[in-house]
C-alpha cells in the first residue's frame, strides 16, 4: 500500500495534543473587529477543540501528525 498523503491545508490549521484531541483556531478575528466586544476578542482568542464526531474526518486528513 502506498503512503497517504497529508491534507497541507488542514495541516496547517489542525494539530494534536498528547491525549489525542484536535486543536484548531477559532473563527471571525481577522477583520471587523471594531464592532466586537473585548470580551468576545478575548474569547477568540483561545484554541479550541474539534468536536468527537468531527475528529474521524480530520484524522483521515492528518493522517502522521
Known amino acids: 500500500m502506498p503512503k497517504i498523503k497529508t491534507h497541507r491545508g488542514a495541516a496547517k490549521r489542525f494539530s494534536l495534543t498528547k491525549n489525542g484531541k484536535i486543536k484548531r483556531g477559532k473563527a471571525?478575528?481577522?477583520?471587523?473587529?471594531?464592532?466586537?466586544?473585548?470580551?468576545?476578542?478575548?474569547?477568540?482568542?483561545?484554541?479550541?477543540?474539534?468536536?468527537?464526531?468531527?475528529?474521524?474526518?480530520?484524522?483521515?486528513?492528518?493522517?502522521?501528525?
Open 28 to 65: 471571525y478575528k481577522s477583520h471587523i473587529l471594531t464592532k466586537k466586544t473585548t470580551k468576545r476578542l478575548r474569547g477568540l482568542r483561545q484554541t479550541g477543540y474539534i468536536a468527537a464526531c468531527e475528529a474521524k474526518k480530520v484524522h483521515e486528513l492528518i493522517p502522521y501528525k
